[in-house]
């Protein structure tokens, strides 16, 4: 294990929001994920196009109450994947750039550090136990 493997998992160690970033960034843009991912939004636009045209074809007010929400869904997820694929390049220069120009925890004094460590604590406890409930 290098220097910089050792100050980086101190680092991820520290890090409050690490299972969050982990979950969504590190695994969400892996090579297999974004495969998953396409295939998905390729998926969710043929539904979106399904939705639609069974709405136009059959349109009464009846149909739109029941259908409505589920294409306004469909559309919002369609779209908010179909951005994630775009801005993927933005999102990992963002994460470089916050990973290379936060402070270190030891710059701020012995009981600074014991503080931001006691809410980092808490911080990851409240997003553990929110992943928990997801999982349930």
């Known amino acids: 294990m290098t220097s910089y493997d ?14 969050l970033r982990k979950l969504f960034v590190d695994f969400g843009y892996n090579r297999i994920t974004k495969i998953v991912n396409k295939f998905c939004l390729l998926v969710q636009s043929f539904i979106l196009l399904i939705q639609v045209y069974y709405v136009i ?17 469909t559309a919002y ?18 994460v470089d750039e916050i990973s290379s120009s936060f402070w270190s925890i030891e710059c701020a004094g012995h ?26």
């Open 6 to 19: 050792k100050v980086s998992s101190l680092k991820d160690f520290i890090d409050p929001f690490i299972t």
């Open 57 to 73: 074809n059959n349109f009464s007010l009846d149909i739109f109450g029941i259908y409505a929400y589920a294409v306004t869904f």
């Open 77 to 94: 997820v369609t779209v908010v994947m179909l951005i994630s694929i775009i801005q993927e390049q933005n999102i990992w220069e963002r």
């Open 111 to 136: 009981q600074a550090k014991e503080t931001m460590l006691n809410k980092v604590r808490k911080i990851k406890i409240l997003n553990y136990s929110d992943l928990h409930f997801l999982e349930v």
